[in-house]
């Protein structure tokens, strides 16, 4: 799966993006976590733990702020698992996944059009899209921002590399401003 991805991105990140996977044999579970990489700095990272510790914890507090600890007491069940459904919601928001959506996500993106993949409700798929090969220059400059922050960032990497905005996020010509309906 690896290679597969690797050979879809654009010449200008061609071994500069890669894509790391790992499993950690002593968790009881063996879960572990994939991350992208850019020019060696993690740009995302797919941590089942980190999930996990993170979905706990504001669920934690959102049973505490609506007294809903107990998942037993039938008043407060639907409060207690309420709760993770609020968390699991802040934690796509935050663009915060696991490995295992990662994956289910590579594995979905493999099989789609650029166009699909452009579309996708899937932040993952579609944020992986902006370094295809596949996606041209016009395309890249008619594409807005995305409401997701694991998008945009994407986005900008890759219009950094190809030259059209520079590391404070400005076009570098007017032929670029003039193109794009939103400055980034």
């Known amino acids: 799966m690896k290679e597969q991805i690797e050979s879809r991105l654009c010449d200008s990140l061609k071994e500069r993006v890669i894509f790391n996977s790992t499993r950690y044999r002593g968790t009881h579970d063996k879960v572990g976590r994939s991350w992208i990489t850019f020019d060696d700095e993690i740009i ?93 220059k016009r395309r890249l400059l008619s594409t807005e921002e995305d409401r997701h922050i694991m998008v945009n960032k994407f986005r900008n990497i890759r219009l950094k590399v190809e030259g059209i905005i520079d590391d404070d996020g400005n076009f570098v010509c007017h032929y670029f401003r003039a193109v794009s309906p939103r400055p980034l």
Not at 57 to 81: F, P, V
Not at 99 to 105: A, E, L, N, P, R
């Open 44 to 136: 995302h990272d797919f941590c089942t733990v980190k999930l996990r510790y993170k979905l706990n914890t504001i669920a934690n507090k959102i049973r505490e702020e609506t007294n809903s600890l107990d998942w037993r007491n039938q008043e407060k069940d639907k409060g207690y698992y309420r709760a993770y459904r609020i968390a699991d919601a802040e934690m796509g928001r935050q663009g915060i996944y696991n490995q295992f959506g990662f994956y289910k996500s590579i594995e979905e993106y493999l099989n789609l059009s650029i166009d699909e993949a452009m579309k996708s409700s899937n932040p993952i798929i579609k944020a992986i899209s902006w370094f295809d090969k596949r996606l041209g």
